[in-house]
């Protein structure tokens, strides 16, 4: 096996909670595959979570702050705030990113989500001086990506028929919106569930799951995502036929 | 008209933005409808985005943090942190709640999703402690909802075939995993789209619209979506048969 990069960014305010448990597991666990590992741990870097001028140095005051335009002006001058520089070297060192985070109101914690506003600025992650298409290999491009998320609830509450939708779609706007949209290759996420009361069994098989997981970072079958260039028009809508038979709600955005 | 309570909770950086702008505006439009309105302006505030432990003054750092424990023994004895406790105040005494953000990577900015996280405790907005079913009119029950978010691209990329995905399915984390389940009663978003270049005339027209929509907050239609006592089983799955005739995705969640 080929040795490979991988950036782990945790975000949970316990070391000793499950989160903070899968963490360390996953960097055990990918370092004795002979992977380098490095992490992002939000809390214990006490990650500044709020996208604000101070992350633009050379933003005077003296006009309004246009957040997209002062991302893109800092990013391609170099003038990001150190911290958010720092974590864009990690993404574009990495082969692959994981992210480990407790499901909070059906999304990431806001620290993760300050984390992505933040780094994934306008000029590095998109916009219009990444050269495109973005969706196919630039940018971010090439790197796999792997959700590894702890949720309090059951399954079957996130199923096809569950009360809280099912988790791609809960996850689409992380999957597709972010990790897709920048160039990334999503797999499924990896999750546990009923995290309120996890027995040690369930916690030994999720272990042991998300090490088979860790296994196929490189090598399972991604989430088959579409093609940006070649299955949606300029008003970024799905090209008429193009669906899979039967695929509604977001699994149209799936390849049959 | 009968007077009611709105909180206005807005997130965005530079009062001299469109966020800030829609802000003012509904600010103006309510008082002028003859409502009592509350700002809870988070840059402003100087809002904390992320859970940590010192929300929880007890917390003695003897034990692991656990989040929901100590949110909910916090809550029930009335020791969260200040900032928590002021903005829950503000959440029980109003008859509506309306949230301006722009839209960061298809969901909530990080102060905003920290809004939610620190002040949706357990113990207050959902959980055993509070009287079940706390999404049919107990804990926050009653209260109406709009979502008025501000997009830049362009409203085909979130329509039904749109790549970014309908924008009812990327906002549903939210709509109804935070605002139902709470027991809110969310109205359908409100959403400015191509913000990145908006013309004085769509700003005018946005603005028609918005008031239009704040004149209709405690009267229009809301989603409909389900009752969970009536439509969902213990396991939170969706009654055989419920669904509406061709209802797919997220949509089996809305009534018939």
Do not use: C
Request: a negative charge.
């Amino acid at each position: 096996m080929s040795t490979k990069k991988v950036l782990v960014v945790s975000a949970h305010p316990e070391p000793r909670s499950l989160n903070g448990a899968l963490t360390s597991f996953a960097v055990e666990h990918l370092l004795a595959a002979g992977h380098e590992v490095r992490v992002s741990d939000l809390y214990a870097m006490k990650w500044k979570a709020t996208v604000d001028a101070d992350d633009f140095p050379d933003h005077t005051g003296a006009g309004p702050l246009d957040v997209l335009a002062a991302q893109e002006r800092a990013t391609l001058a170099g003038r990001l705030s150190a911290d958010v520089a720092a974590e864009q070297e990690k993404v574009v060192w990495s082969d692959a990113v994981v992210l480990q985070f407790p499901m909070w109101w059906f999304s990431l914690p806001a620290i993760l989500k300050g984390w992505v506003d933040r780094v994934f600025s306008n000029g590095f992650a998109f916009g219009v001086t990444v050269p495109p298409p973005y969706t196919e290999g630039a940018a971010l491009g090439g790197r796999r990506a792997l959700l590894s998320v702890a949720i309090g609830a059951r399954e079957s509450a996130f199923s096809a028929r569950g009360a809280h939708g099912p988790l791609a779609d809960v996850l689409f706007p992380v999957q597709h919106g972010v990790l897709w949209f920048t160039g990334m290759t999503p797999l499924e996420p990896f999750a546990v569930y009923g995290t309120v009361d996890l027995s040690p069994e369930a916690y030994a098989a999720a272990r042991r799951e998300y090490g088979r997981r860790l296994d196929g970072l490189f090598t399972d079958d991604p989430v088959p995502f579409r093609s940006l260039v070649d299955d949606y028009g300029r008003d970024m809508r799905l090209l008429p036929g193009a669906e899979a038979p039967g695929a509604t709600g977001l699994g149209l955005h799936r390849r049959p």
